[in-house]
Protein backbone atom coordinates (compact mmCIF):
# COMPACT_ATOMS: atom_id res chain seq x y z
CA UNK A 1 0.00 0.00 0.00
CA UNK A 2 1.65 3.83 -0.96
CA UNK A 3 1.69 6.20 1.71
CA UNK A 4 0.36 9.95 1.08
CA UNK A 5 3.40 12.07 1.19
CA UNK A 6 3.63 15.28 2.80
CA UNK A 7 3.92 18.72 1.37
CA UNK A 8 4.58 20.84 3.75
CA UNK A 9 2.78 24.11 2.68
CA UNK A 10 2.08 25.75 5.97
CA UNK A 11 -0.69 28.04 7.15
CA UNK A 12 -3.36 26.27 4.84
CA UNK A 13 -5.68 24.94 7.57
CA UNK A 14 -6.40 26.55 10.74
CA UNK A 15 -6.27 24.97 14.29
CA UNK A 16 -9.90 23.46 13.93
CA UNK A 17 -8.53 21.62 10.99
CA UNK A 18 -10.77 23.56 8.23
CA UNK A 19 -9.31 25.35 5.10
CA UNK A 20 -8.02 28.99 5.77
CA UNK A 21 -9.07 31.19 2.78
CA UNK A 22 -6.65 33.65 3.54
CA UNK A 23 -4.19 31.43 2.59
CA UNK A 24 -5.44 28.40 0.61
CA UNK A 25 -5.11 30.40 -2.68
CA UNK A 26 -2.10 32.31 -1.80
CA UNK A 27 1.65 30.99 -3.96
CA UNK A 28 2.83 28.46 -2.44
CA UNK A 29 6.45 29.81 -2.25
CA UNK A 30 8.77 27.32 -1.63
CA UNK A 31 11.13 25.29 -4.51
CA UNK A 32 8.97 22.49 -5.72
CA UNK A 33 11.38 19.86 -5.36
CA UNK A 34 10.66 16.26 -7.38
CA UNK A 35 7.25 15.27 -5.90
CA UNK A 36 5.61 18.30 -5.66
CA UNK A 37 7.01 19.19 -9.30
CA UNK A 38 5.39 15.75 -10.48
CA UNK A 39 2.29 16.67 -8.82
CA UNK A 40 2.02 19.81 -11.32
CA UNK A 41 2.79 17.76 -14.08
CA UNK A 42 0.59 14.85 -13.57
CA UNK A 43 -2.53 17.75 -13.04
CA UNK A 44 -1.52 20.31 -15.53
CA UNK A 45 -0.71 17.48 -17.82
CA UNK A 46 -0.26 14.17 -18.24
CA UNK A 47 2.62 13.54 -15.95
CA UNK A 48 6.63 14.26 -16.95
CA UNK A 49 9.42 11.85 -17.80
CA UNK A 50 12.48 12.24 -15.14
CA UNK A 51 14.04 14.64 -16.79
CA UNK A 52 10.98 17.27 -16.79
CA UNK A 53 10.48 16.31 -13.42
CA UNK A 54 13.85 17.48 -11.93
CA UNK A 55 13.42 20.81 -14.68
CA UNK A 56 10.37 21.61 -12.65
CA UNK A 57 11.88 20.54 -9.45
CA UNK A 58 14.20 23.82 -9.15
CA UNK A 59 11.16 25.77 -9.79
CA UNK A 60 8.91 27.69 -7.34
CA UNK A 61 5.31 27.49 -8.28
CA UNK A 62 4.66 30.36 -8.90
CA UNK A 63 7.49 30.09 -12.03
CA UNK A 64 6.12 26.85 -12.88
CA UNK A 65 2.45 27.31 -13.36
CA UNK A 66 3.56 30.18 -15.65
CA UNK A 67 6.07 27.99 -17.36
CA UNK A 68 2.84 26.11 -17.73
CA UNK A 69 0.57 28.78 -19.06
CA UNK A 70 3.21 30.13 -21.43
CA UNK A 71 3.32 26.52 -23.18
CA UNK A 72 -0.27 26.44 -23.81
CA UNK A 73 -1.40 29.22 -26.48
CA UNK A 74 -4.85 30.27 -27.34
CA UNK A 75 -4.39 30.34 -30.91
CA UNK A 76 -5.68 28.35 -33.50
CA UNK A 77 -4.01 25.34 -34.69
CA UNK A 78 -3.94 23.80 -38.26
CA UNK A 79 -5.36 20.43 -38.67
CA UNK A 80 -2.54 17.84 -39.67
CA UNK A 81 -2.30 16.54 -43.35
CA UNK A 82 -3.92 13.29 -42.07
CA UNK A 83 -7.25 14.62 -40.41
CA UNK A 84 -7.59 17.07 -43.43
CA UNK A 85 -11.17 16.06 -45.36
CA UNK A 86 -8.47 14.94 -48.07
CA UNK A 87 -6.29 13.24 -46.09
CA UNK A 88 -6.09 9.64 -45.04
CA UNK A 89 -8.47 9.18 -42.27
CA UNK A 90 -11.12 11.59 -44.48
CA UNK A 91 -10.73 8.63 -46.78
CA UNK A 92 -10.60 5.87 -44.89
CA UNK A 93 -13.99 4.01 -43.94
CA UNK A 94 -15.16 5.21 -40.64
CA UNK A 95 -13.82 3.09 -37.99
CA UNK A 96 -10.52 3.32 -39.10
CA UNK A 97 -11.15 7.32 -39.32
CA UNK A 98 -12.16 7.73 -35.99
CA UNK A 99 -9.53 5.69 -34.74
CA UNK A 100 -6.90 7.24 -36.39
CA UNK A 101 -7.89 10.66 -34.84
CA UNK A 102 -8.22 9.47 -31.74
CA UNK A 103 -4.63 7.84 -31.83
CA UNK A 104 -3.65 10.56 -33.30
CA UNK A 105 -4.66 12.59 -30.20
CA UNK A 106 -3.56 10.49 -27.91
CA UNK A 107 0.20 10.89 -29.31
CA UNK A 108 -0.41 15.03 -29.18
CA UNK A 109 -0.93 14.42 -25.39
CA UNK A 110 2.09 12.29 -25.14
CA UNK A 111 4.44 14.52 -27.15
CA UNK A 112 3.13 17.87 -27.06
CA UNK A 113 5.49 20.83 -25.99
CA UNK A 114 2.19 22.53 -24.26
CA UNK A 115 0.74 20.48 -21.77
CA UNK A 116 -1.75 22.05 -20.33
CA UNK A 117 -3.52 22.82 -23.56
CA UNK A 118 -4.13 19.54 -24.13
CA UNK A 119 -4.89 18.93 -20.59
CA UNK A 120 -7.78 21.88 -20.74
CA UNK A 121 -8.85 20.39 -24.70
CA UNK A 122 -9.45 17.12 -22.64
CA UNK A 123 -11.32 19.13 -19.93
CA UNK A 124 -13.79 20.81 -22.38
CA UNK A 125 -14.23 17.42 -24.51
CA UNK A 126 -15.94 15.97 -21.29
CA UNK A 127 -17.91 19.15 -20.04
CA UNK A 128 -18.97 20.31 -23.41
CA UNK A 129 -20.03 16.79 -24.00
CA UNK A 130 -20.89 15.64 -27.75
CA UNK A 131 -20.07 12.76 -29.22
CA UNK A 132 -18.13 11.55 -33.12
CA UNK A 133 -20.16 12.26 -36.40
CA UNK A 134 -18.99 8.88 -37.94
CA UNK A 135 -19.42 9.22 -41.60
CA UNK A 136 -17.86 12.65 -41.02
CA UNK A 137 -14.35 12.91 -39.23
CA UNK A 138 -13.44 15.86 -40.05
CA UNK A 139 -16.28 17.47 -37.63
CA UNK A 140 -15.30 15.92 -34.95
CA UNK A 141 -11.57 17.09 -35.47
CA UNK A 142 -12.59 20.69 -35.78
CA UNK A 143 -14.44 20.85 -32.46
CA UNK A 144 -11.80 19.25 -30.86
CA UNK A 145 -9.29 22.09 -32.06
CA UNK A 146 -11.98 24.88 -31.32
CA UNK A 147 -11.48 23.22 -27.49
CA UNK A 148 -7.73 23.39 -28.11
CA UNK A 149 -7.85 27.13 -29.49
CA UNK A 150 -9.57 27.92 -26.16
CA UNK A 151 -7.31 26.07 -23.89
CA UNK A 152 -6.85 28.14 -21.24
CA UNK A 153 -8.95 31.27 -23.23
CA UNK A 154 -12.05 33.10 -22.89
CA UNK A 155 -15.33 30.99 -20.93
CA UNK A 156 -17.76 33.11 -22.25
CA UNK A 157 -16.07 32.95 -26.08
CA UNK A 158 -15.63 29.27 -25.98
CA UNK A 159 -19.04 28.54 -24.72
CA UNK A 160 -20.80 31.13 -27.99
CA UNK A 161 -18.33 29.31 -30.42
CA UNK A 162 -19.33 25.90 -29.35
CA UNK A 163 -22.87 26.30 -29.23
CA UNK A 164 -22.79 26.60 -33.24
CA UNK A 165 -20.21 24.40 -33.50
CA UNK A 166 -21.35 21.46 -36.50
CA UNK A 167 -20.78 18.62 -33.73
CA UNK A 168 -22.98 19.54 -31.16
CA UNK A 169 -25.38 21.41 -33.31
CA UNK A 170 -25.29 18.24 -34.49
CA UNK A 171 -25.48 16.03 -31.36
CA UNK A 172 -28.43 18.01 -29.69
CA UNK A 173 -30.41 18.97 -32.68
CA UNK A 174 -29.21 22.13 -32.69
CA UNK A 175 -29.37 22.30 -36.74
CA UNK A 176 -33.01 21.11 -36.27
CA UNK A 177 -34.14 24.00 -34.06
CA UNK A 178 -36.37 26.28 -36.22
CA UNK A 179 -39.45 28.98 -35.47
CA UNK A 180 -42.03 27.10 -36.12
CA UNK A 181 -40.84 23.45 -33.73
CA UNK A 182 -38.20 24.77 -31.57
CA UNK A 183 -36.23 22.31 -30.27
CA UNK A 184 -35.17 22.54 -26.08
CA UNK A 185 -32.17 19.88 -25.87
CA UNK A 186 -29.14 22.27 -26.29
CA UNK A 187 -31.25 24.90 -24.56
CA UNK A 188 -31.35 22.63 -21.76
CA UNK A 189 -28.17 21.23 -21.49
CA UNK A 190 -26.98 24.52 -21.86
CA UNK A 191 -27.78 25.45 -18.65
CA UNK A 192 -27.88 22.12 -16.79
CA UNK A 193 -24.43 20.37 -17.35
CA UNK A 194 -22.78 22.99 -19.15
CA UNK A 195 -22.89 26.74 -17.41
CA UNK A 196 -25.36 26.91 -14.64
CA UNK A 197 -26.37 23.36 -13.13
CA UNK A 198 -29.83 21.91 -11.91
CA UNK A 199 -32.57 24.16 -10.31
CA UNK A 200 -31.06 27.19 -11.29
CA UNK A 201 -33.38 27.83 -14.29
CA UNK A 202 -37.09 27.38 -15.13
CA UNK A 203 -38.73 25.27 -18.22
CA UNK A 204 -40.03 28.79 -19.49
CA UNK A 205 -36.30 29.57 -19.83
CA UNK A 206 -35.58 26.30 -21.37
CA UNK A 207 -38.37 26.97 -23.83
CA UNK A 208 -37.67 31.34 -24.52
CA UNK A 209 -33.41 29.92 -24.40
CA UNK A 210 -34.61 27.23 -27.52
CA UNK A 211 -36.46 30.20 -29.10
CA UNK A 212 -33.15 32.19 -29.46
CA UNK A 213 -31.36 29.32 -30.62
CA UNK A 214 -33.74 28.95 -33.38
CA UNK A 215 -32.04 28.90 -37.51
CA UNK A 216 -28.25 27.39 -37.16
CA UNK A 217 -27.76 24.80 -40.06
CA UNK A 218 -24.92 22.65 -40.62
CA UNK A 219 -24.03 21.29 -44.08
CA UNK A 220 -21.86 18.31 -42.98
CA UNK A 221 -19.77 17.17 -46.06
CA UNK A 222 -18.39 20.72 -46.02
CA UNK A 223 -18.53 21.52 -41.90
CA UNK A 224 -20.30 24.77 -42.80
CA UNK A 225 -22.30 26.38 -40.20
CA UNK A 226 -25.24 29.23 -41.61
CA UNK A 227 -27.42 30.69 -39.71
CA UNK A 228 -31.02 31.18 -41.81
CA UNK A 229 -32.99 33.99 -40.77
CA UNK A 230 -35.88 32.23 -42.18
CA UNK A 231 -35.74 29.53 -39.28
CA UNK A 232 -34.90 32.17 -36.24
CA UNK A 233 -37.75 33.62 -34.20
CA UNK A 234 -37.64 37.22 -34.24
CA UNK A 235 -40.23 37.42 -31.35
CA UNK A 236 -39.78 38.83 -27.89
CA UNK A 237 -38.42 36.91 -25.35
CA UNK A 238 -38.24 36.52 -21.51
CA UNK A 239 -35.11 34.74 -19.82
CA UNK A 240 -33.66 34.55 -16.68
CA UNK A 241 -35.68 37.37 -15.93
CA UNK A 242 -34.58 39.93 -18.69
CA UNK A 243 -36.68 40.39 -21.76
CA UNK A 244 -35.92 41.45 -25.25
CA UNK A 245 -35.42 40.17 -29.09
CA UNK A 246 -32.94 37.95 -27.84
CA UNK A 247 -30.55 35.23 -30.22
CA UNK A 248 -28.38 32.82 -29.13
CA UNK A 249 -25.04 34.98 -28.36
CA UNK A 250 -27.50 37.10 -25.89
CA UNK A 251 -28.42 33.92 -24.12
CA UNK A 252 -25.06 33.08 -23.41
CA UNK A 253 -24.05 36.60 -22.25
CA UNK A 254 -27.48 36.97 -19.50
CA UNK A 255 -25.87 33.39 -18.33
CA UNK A 256 -22.44 34.53 -17.70
CA UNK A 257 -23.86 37.30 -16.09
CA UNK A 258 -25.86 35.34 -13.29
CA UNK A 259 -23.28 34.64 -10.74
CA UNK A 260 -24.27 30.90 -10.24
CA UNK A 261 -22.26 30.35 -13.54
CA UNK A 262 -18.99 31.80 -11.94
CA UNK A 263 -19.80 29.37 -8.78
CA UNK A 264 -20.78 26.43 -11.46
CA UNK A 265 -17.22 26.91 -13.36
CA UNK A 266 -14.75 27.84 -10.08
CA UNK A 267 -16.46 24.29 -8.94
CA UNK A 268 -15.91 22.42 -11.79
CA UNK A 269 -12.30 23.71 -12.47
CA UNK A 270 -11.74 23.13 -8.74
CA UNK A 271 -12.53 19.04 -9.25
CA UNK A 272 -10.68 18.88 -12.29
CA UNK A 273 -7.33 20.77 -10.96
CA UNK A 274 -7.35 20.46 -6.81
CA UNK A 275 -9.67 17.90 -5.37
CA UNK A 276 -13.31 16.83 -5.14
CA UNK A 277 -15.95 18.48 -3.59
CA UNK A 278 -14.61 21.62 -2.75
CA UNK A 279 -15.64 24.08 0.19
CA UNK A 280 -18.02 26.51 -0.80
CA UNK A 281 -16.36 28.87 0.30
CA UNK A 282 -13.42 28.07 -1.58
CA UNK A 283 -16.17 27.52 -4.79
CA UNK A 284 -17.11 31.36 -4.07
CA UNK A 285 -12.95 32.70 -3.59
CA UNK A 286 -12.45 31.05 -7.16
CA UNK A 287 -15.77 32.25 -8.83
CA UNK A 288 -14.93 35.78 -7.47
CA UNK A 289 -11.64 35.76 -9.22
CA UNK A 290 -13.46 34.17 -12.62
CA UNK A 291 -16.29 36.94 -12.33
CA UNK A 292 -13.23 39.67 -12.11
CA UNK A 293 -11.21 38.35 -15.17
CA UNK A 294 -13.96 38.76 -17.46
CA UNK A 295 -13.75 34.58 -17.57
CA UNK A 296 -10.73 34.82 -18.74
CA UNK A 297 -9.18 31.52 -17.81
CA UNK A 298 -5.25 32.11 -18.17
CA UNK A 299 -4.80 33.84 -14.79
CA UNK A 300 -7.45 31.91 -12.76
CA UNK A 301 -5.78 28.33 -13.65
CA UNK A 302 -2.54 30.08 -13.06
CA UNK A 303 -3.37 31.09 -9.58
CA UNK A 304 -5.15 27.51 -9.00
CA UNK A 305 -1.68 25.97 -10.05
CA UNK A 306 0.40 28.03 -7.68
CA UNK A 307 -2.07 28.17 -4.78
CA UNK A 308 -0.76 26.49 -1.09
CA UNK A 309 -4.54 24.76 -1.90
CA UNK A 310 -3.08 22.58 -4.90
CA UNK A 311 -0.17 21.86 -2.95
CA UNK A 312 -1.84 20.44 -0.16
CA UNK A 313 -2.64 17.35 1.45
CA UNK A 314 -5.70 17.31 0.80
CA UNK A 315 -5.20 17.74 -3.10
CA UNK A 316 -1.68 15.71 -3.16
CA UNK A 317 -2.64 12.11 -5.22
CA UNK A 318 -6.09 13.04 -4.50
CA UNK A 319 -8.09 12.35 -7.68
CA UNK A 320 -8.42 8.95 -9.34
CA UNK A 321 -6.05 8.77 -12.89
CA UNK A 322 -9.41 8.73 -15.87
CA UNK A 323 -8.05 6.10 -18.44
CA UNK A 324 -6.51 8.56 -21.18
CA UNK A 325 -4.51 9.84 -18.13
CA UNK A 326 -3.37 6.45 -16.83
CA UNK A 327 -2.61 5.38 -20.36
CA UNK A 328 -0.66 8.81 -21.58
CA UNK A 329 0.82 9.29 -18.06
CA UNK A 330 2.77 5.61 -18.27
CA UNK A 331 4.31 6.16 -21.40
CA UNK A 332 5.19 9.39 -20.32
CA UNK A 333 6.35 7.89 -16.93
CA UNK A 334 8.48 5.51 -19.01
CA UNK A 335 9.69 8.00 -21.64
CA UNK A 336 8.40 6.26 -24.32
CA UNK A 337 8.08 8.25 -27.70
CA UNK A 338 4.80 6.80 -29.54
CA UNK A 339 1.15 5.63 -27.91
CA UNK A 340 0.97 2.58 -30.11
CA UNK A 341 -2.59 1.19 -31.49
CA UNK A 342 -3.33 -1.28 -29.07
CA UNK A 343 -4.26 1.55 -26.37
CA UNK A 344 -7.34 2.42 -28.44
CA UNK A 345 -8.98 -1.33 -27.25
CA UNK A 346 -7.26 -0.97 -23.65
CA UNK A 347 -9.04 2.58 -23.25
CA UNK A 348 -12.10 1.29 -24.29
CA UNK A 349 -12.52 -1.61 -21.61
CA UNK A 350 -10.98 1.19 -18.70
CA UNK A 351 -14.48 2.93 -19.74
CA UNK A 352 -12.94 5.95 -21.78
CA UNK A 353 -13.54 6.14 -25.36
CA UNK A 354 -12.70 9.10 -26.61
CA UNK A 355 -14.66 11.28 -28.78
CA UNK A 356 -17.65 8.65 -27.35
CA UNK A 357 -18.23 9.76 -24.15
CA UNK A 358 -21.17 7.56 -22.72
CA UNK A 359 -24.09 10.11 -22.54
CA UNK A 360 -24.47 14.07 -22.72
CA UNK A 361 -23.17 14.31 -19.04
CA UNK A 362 -19.79 13.48 -20.08
CA UNK A 363 -17.80 10.72 -17.87
CA UNK A 364 -18.64 10.07 -14.64
CA UNK A 365 -14.65 9.74 -13.30
CA UNK A 366 -13.98 10.04 -9.68
CA UNK A 367 -14.03 6.51 -8.11
CA UNK A 368 -16.19 5.49 -11.14
CA UNK A 369 -12.91 4.51 -13.05
CA UNK A 370 -11.93 1.77 -10.70
CA UNK A 371 -13.76 -1.09 -10.40
CA UNK A 372 -13.16 -4.71 -10.84
CA UNK A 373 -13.07 -5.07 -14.49
CA UNK A 374 -11.70 -1.40 -15.07
CA UNK A 375 -8.86 -2.63 -12.69
CA UNK A 376 -7.74 -5.40 -14.43
CA UNK A 377 -7.89 -3.72 -17.77
CA UNK A 378 -5.22 -1.35 -16.49
CA UNK A 379 -2.92 -4.56 -15.24
CA UNK A 380 -3.75 -6.34 -18.58
CA UNK A 381 -2.48 -3.13 -20.43
CA UNK A 382 0.78 -2.89 -17.78
CA UNK A 383 1.24 -6.61 -18.75
CA UNK A 384 1.52 -5.91 -22.53
CA UNK A 385 3.21 -3.01 -22.36
CA UNK A 386 5.94 -3.75 -20.34
CA UNK A 387 7.81 -6.28 -22.55
CA UNK A 388 11.47 -6.36 -23.36
CA UNK A 389 11.03 -3.57 -26.64
CA UNK A 390 9.72 -1.43 -23.92
CA UNK A 391 12.72 -1.43 -21.53
CA UNK A 392 14.79 -1.00 -24.46
CA UNK A 393 12.83 2.18 -25.97
CA UNK A 394 12.32 3.41 -22.80
CA UNK A 395 14.47 6.57 -22.20
CA UNK A 396 15.74 5.40 -18.57
CA UNK A 397 14.89 1.98 -17.38
CA UNK A 398 18.19 0.75 -19.03
CA UNK A 399 19.95 2.78 -16.52
CA UNK A 400 19.09 0.85 -13.31
CA UNK A 401 21.37 -0.37 -10.86
CA UNK A 402 22.16 -3.93 -10.75
CA UNK A 403 21.56 -4.58 -7.28
CA UNK A 404 18.22 -5.12 -5.93
CA UNK A 405 17.68 -2.52 -3.06
CA UNK A 406 19.21 0.38 -5.10
CA UNK A 407 16.69 -0.56 -8.15
CA UNK A 408 13.76 -0.45 -6.37
CA UNK A 409 14.55 2.51 -4.67
CA UNK A 410 15.25 4.02 -7.94
CA UNK A 411 11.52 2.57 -9.43
CA UNK A 412 9.56 4.02 -6.05
CA UNK A 413 11.46 7.26 -6.62
CA UNK A 414 11.08 7.83 -10.55
CA UNK A 415 7.42 6.05 -10.75
CA UNK A 416 5.82 7.12 -7.43
CA UNK A 417 7.97 9.71 -6.31
CA UNK A 418 8.84 7.94 -3.14
CA UNK A 419 5.26 7.71 -2.36
CA UNK A 420 5.57 3.84 -1.26
CA UNK A 421 5.77 2.13 2.19
CA UNK A 422 8.70 0.83 3.53
CA UNK A 423 7.28 -2.59 2.65
CA UNK A 424 6.08 -2.21 -0.61
CA UNK A 425 9.63 -1.16 -1.35
CA UNK A 426 10.91 -4.09 0.66
CA UNK A 427 8.63 -6.25 -1.86
CA UNK A 428 9.72 -4.54 -5.15
CA UNK A 429 13.51 -5.27 -3.75
CA UNK A 430 12.50 -9.01 -2.69
CA UNK A 431 11.09 -9.63 -6.05
CA UNK A 432 14.46 -7.97 -8.16
CA UNK A 433 16.27 -10.46 -5.90
CA UNK A 434 14.58 -13.45 -7.22
CA UNK A 435 13.15 -14.54 -3.88
CA UNK A 436 10.91 -17.30 -4.84
CA UNK A 437 12.62 -17.81 -8.34
CA UNK A 438 14.80 -20.67 -8.94
CA UNK A 439 16.67 -18.42 -11.04
CA UNK A 440 19.46 -16.80 -10.51
CA UNK A 441 19.46 -14.91 -6.88
CA UNK A 442 20.60 -11.39 -7.72
CA UNK A 443 19.42 -8.91 -10.70
CA UNK A 444 22.02 -9.36 -13.03
CA UNK A 445 22.07 -9.00 -17.61
CA UNK A 446 20.40 -12.44 -17.69
CA UNK A 447 17.55 -11.95 -15.51
CA UNK A 448 17.07 -8.11 -16.39
CA UNK A 449 14.35 -7.41 -18.54
CA UNK A 450 12.34 -10.08 -17.19
CA UNK A 451 13.09 -8.53 -13.43
CA UNK A 452 12.71 -4.88 -14.23
CA UNK A 453 9.40 -5.49 -16.44
CA UNK A 454 7.96 -6.91 -13.39
CA UNK A 455 9.29 -4.45 -10.77
CA UNK A 456 7.67 -1.84 -13.24
CA UNK A 457 4.62 -3.91 -13.16
CA UNK A 458 3.90 -4.13 -9.16
CA UNK A 459 5.28 -0.54 -8.80
CA UNK A 460 2.05 0.94 -11.08
CA UNK A 461 -0.25 -1.60 -9.90
CA UNK A 462 0.06 0.20 -6.47
CA UNK A 463 -2.73 2.44 -5.42
CA UNK A 464 -0.74 5.18 -5.64
CA UNK A 465 -0.01 5.34 -9.06
CA UNK A 466 -3.85 5.33 -9.98
CA UNK A 467 -4.26 8.67 -8.25
CA UNK A 468 -3.43 12.07 -9.28
Not at 47 to 64: S, V
Not at 263 to 290: G, I, K, M, Q, T
Not at 293 to 319: C, K, M
Not at 443 to 460: F, H, I
Request: glycine share 8%.
Amino acid sequence: MAARAHIDVGGILRPDGRLDLSTALQPYRQRLGERAAAHLLRRAGFGGTPDEIRRYAALDAPDAAQALLSLSPSRAIAPPPEVSAGGPIGKRKTRESLAALQLWWLNRMLTTPAPLQEKMTLYYHGHFTSRATPRFPEITYNQNALFRQYAAGNLRELTREVSKDAAMLIYLDGANNEASHPNENYARELMELFTLGVDNYTENDVRESARAWTGWRVFRRTDTVEFDPSRHDFGGKTFLGRTGNFTGDDIVDIIFDQPQCARFFAASLLNWFVYNDPEPELVDRVAALLRARGYELSPVIGTLLASNVFYSDRAYRALVKSPVEFVVGTYKTLGLSTVDESALAALQQMGQRLFFPPNVAGWPGGANWLTSGTMIARQNFLTRLLGSQTLAASSWLRDLPLTSASAAQDLAATVLQGDAAPASIAELEAYLGGKGSAALATLSVENYDQRVSGAVYLTMATPAYQLS
